[in-house]
C-alpha cells in the first residue's frame, strides 16, 4: 500500500490544524493506520493510531485531549485533527500503516512526511 500525508503547514500556537493520509494500492487489506512525528534533532514517535474498524483507538500521552484520529474506509484516507497546538507539536508528521493487530508498533508502510510548524 502507498500512503500519501498532506495538510501541514505553519499554525499559530492554539490553532487547529487537520492531517491527511490517502491510502492506495492494496487498500482491501484491513490495516491499523497511525501517525508518527520526527521533531528536529529527535527519534521518531508515536502520536496516536486506529483500528481498521475504527473501534479502536491509542494515543501518545502528549496528544491526548488535544488530537483526534479517524479515518474514512470508503474514501481509504484517514485523518489527525490537531487542536490546541504547542510549539512543541513542531514535527514531521508521518502516516503509517500495518496489518495489526498491536498499534504502537510493527508499522510496514510509510507516508512521505508532512511538515507542521506551530510559532508563537
Known amino acids: 500500500v502507498q500512503l500519501q500525508a498532506s495538510g501541514g503547514g505553519l499554525v499559530q500556537t492554539g490553532g487547529s490544524l487537520r492531517l491527511s493520509c490517502a491510502a492506495s494500492?492494496?487498500?482491501?487489506?484491513?490495516?491499523?493506520v497511525a501517525w508518527f512525528r520526527q521533531a528536529p534533532g529527535k527519534e521518531r514517535d508515536f502520536v496516536a493510531a486506529?483500528?481498521?474498524?475504527?473501534?479502536?483507538?491509542s494515543y501518545a500521552d502528549s496528544v491526548k485531549g488535544r488530537f483526534t484520529i479517524s479515518r474514512d474506509n470508503f474514501k481509504n484516507t484517514f485523518y489527525l485533527q490537531m487542536s490546541s497546538l504547542k510549539s512543541e507539536d513542531t514535527a514531521v508528521y508521518y502516516c503509517?500503516?500495518?496489518?495489526?493487530?498491536?498499534?504502537?508498533?510493527?508499522?510496514?508502510?510509510w507516508g512521505q512526511g508532512t511538515l507542521v510548524t506551530v510559532s508563537s
Open positions: 486506529i483500528s481498521w474498524s475504527g473501534g479502536s483507538t
Open positions: 503509517a500503516a500495518s496489518k495489526g493487530p498491536t498499534m504502537l508498533s510493527g508499522y510496514d508502510y
Open positions: 494500492g492494496r487498500t482491501s487489506s484491513r490495516y491499523v
